[in-house]
Structure formats: C-alpha cells, structure tokens
C-alpha cells in the first residue's frame, strides 16, 4: 500500500510512531513523511512487543 497510516494502525503512547496488528504481532514503526521512509522498530508478538 501507499498509506503509511492505513485504518486501523494507532499513535504509540508516549513514544514516537505508531504501531499496526498483524494478527497476534505488533508491529510499531516511525514515519519520516519529508523523505518517505519508513522505520520498522521491531516485531514482536503481542506479550513481548513493548518490553
């Protein structure tokens, strides 16, 4: 896709960046809108993503 904030992916609480659901993964990442990249922080599944 085209739209690095599709529906359904949310802003990060207290970090920069937002994050989507792939099933059982969490997958946050950060946007650079001014050069068009994006940074996929990790992947992880739900229990482990944030620790």
């Known amino acids: 896709g ?3 904030r599709p529906s359904g992916c949310l802003k990060l609480k207290g970090r920069e960046g937002w994050r989507i659901r792939v099933g059982n993964y ?8 001014q050069q068009k990249i994006i940074t996929i922080l990790r992947i ?4 482990d993503v944030y620790n």
């Not at 969490?26 to 809108?33: A, E, Q, S, T």
């Not at 992880?44 to 229990?47: I, K, M, S, V």
């Open 2 to 4: 085209t739209d690095p």
């Open 44 to 47: 992880r599944h739900r229990r």
């Open 26 to 33: 969490r997958v946050p990442y950060k946007i650079d809108d």
